[in-house]
């Protein structure tokens, strides 16, 4: 007997919307599922590339040295001073040009501001992260950022971009990738720390701890109607 032709059509169509969005919220759980395990798979077998196994890595490897990545298309970032602008004194009076907009004219006296430092892509080329450094090579400028230096470093969630501070340079410079690569680049640098550092069995910890958590959220399917259910053969309802 079909299972429309129970009486309970109602319940049917909300069971079949609500089975769409259970599909819909899924997919993206079983993603990050995936790539967490993934994570843990890596975190677990991969050690870095020296020069033998990866040839085609652009940076001359130290003795020793293990590549984690290789970024082919990054850009440098460095800070850059904003122009100076000037910020008006005394308003003494406005108008309205339009709905919501104001013309304000300045009578007092301005005064000239310095320009903020802003972050700026200044070079473009390639970069490898290392268990001992991150490296860029561009056509203008080669920027090193080592990890006996490294005071610490910042992932945006923003932008795909990691800036570096490092203690034989005064200001913060960094980063920016495809947005695309963001995760791997965020794991593959996370993981080549550690492999510095010998924390490795604590950022396999970490990863296992994430992927509990997130396997703990994972959508519920809908439960059909009871009267849809007690209408499926015995074997289906088991």
Known sequence: MPLWGLGTGRS??????????YR???EPWQQEADALRAHMTMAHTFA?????DEPSVPLQL???ERAFCVLERASLVEPRKRPERWSAGYSGFSFRLARGVRYRVALGKGKK????????????GAATITDRRVVFQGSKRTRE???????GYHNDGRVPL???QVSNREKVSGLLYERAQAEEVHFRLALALAHHRGEVEALVAHIQGQLTVHEASRPAPPELPPAARSA????RRR
């Open 12 to 21: 049917l169509r909300r069971y079949r919307r609500d089975a769409a969005a």
């Open 24 to 26: 819909r919220a899924l």
């Open 48 to 52: 870095g590339a020296d020069a033998g």
């Open 62 to 64: 130290a003795p020793g």
């Open 113 to 124: 501001e310095p320009g903020e430092e802003a972050p700026a892509a200044v070079d473009t």
């Open 145 to 151: 950022w080592a990890f006996d230096k490294l005071l």
């Open 162 to 164: 990691t800036l570096f």
């Open 232 to 235: 499926l053969p015995s074997r």
